[in-house]
């Protein structure tokens, strides 16, 4: 069982994760999900992940979806079961496989950055998304579960989504993706041992410095960052020196 931010765990043995591979599904999140529900999975696996070639209804957040060519990309979701999390410290999850994608990215190429909450651009295109749902028990969280979608190898994007982009359309060339997916669980068993890493979170963010604009219910408006909460609240500034405090789908970039 993962436990959480243990940093004298460092030395710990490596983690062997469980990949199931399937060839396709309407969404990994949701294969694992009705798994747990039906035990059809082993429900104290620490280390699981489900990846597919397809996903025929792959999910974003809200009623967002996700374009993936069948055998080009990334789409897997990861499973753990965090020790004594508190519920209020999820966002510690986002963080850490924002993280870990931008890390195992940037061996490969530059110019990553994470659009708060968790989307991976690459200069100002989306490369890498995620949808992380969590089920609790009483104040603590009792599974979690990651659903990445990222742009490997795929040359070409059909639908109307504004800005995608893939590693082949950056590199001219395909990338390993077995490779890509452990040296990304690798970086995110470390980053999820970590006590402190909401400043590297917060060094990597999009749009970090600057004004820039944004909307939320009231309409558009410019500002800052000023920091990304403990909880995952996004705090800005805005031109007439406001402080401005929001939940996820509370304000999007403009």
Avoid at 18 to 28: N, V
Avoid at 66 to 95: C, Y
Avoid at 104 to 118: E, F, R, Y
Avoid at 232 to 237: D, E, T
């Amino acid at each position: 069982m993962l436990t959480f931010a243990q940093p004298k765990k460092k030395h710990m043995a490596k983690a062997e994760w469980k990949i199931i591979h399937i060839d396709e599904t309407d969404s990994t999140n949701r294969w694992l999900k009705d798994r747990l529900a039906t035990a059809s999975v082993m429900t104290d696996e620490d280390h699981l992940v489900i990846m597919t070639e397809y996903q025929t209804a792959g999910r974003g957040c809200g009623t967002n979806t996700w374009e993936s060519e069948r055998g080009k990309n990334l789409t897997f979701s990861v499973l753990i079961r965090p020790q004594d999390m508190p519920a209020s410290h999820q966002f510690h999850i986002s963080m850490a496989m924002s993280l870990a994608i931008c890390e195992a990215l940037g061996t490969i190429v530059g110019d990553l950055s994470i659009k708060w909450p968790n989307d991976i651009y690459w200069r100002d295109s989306k490369i890498a998304g995620m949808l992380i749902e969590h089920t609790l028990v009483g104040t603590c969280v009792k599974n979690s579960i990651i659903g990445v979608g990222l742009n490997v190898n795929q040359r070409i994007f059909h639908s109307d989504a504004p800005n995608p982009a893939s590693l082949w359309q950056i590199r001219g060339h395909e990338t390993n993706r077995s490779q890509l997916l452990h040296s990304i669980l690798d970086a995110f068993e470390r980053y999820l041992l970590q006590d402190n890493i909401r400043e590297k979170y917060l060094i990597q963010l999009y749009r970090r410095r600057g004004f820039y604009p944004y909307c939320d219910k009231n309409g558009a408006f410019m500002a800052r960052i000023i920091t990304v909460k403990p909880d995952g609240q996004l705090l800005l500034c805005d031109e007439e020196n406001h402080e401005r405090c929001y939940f996820f789908k509370e304000v999007r970039f403009i």
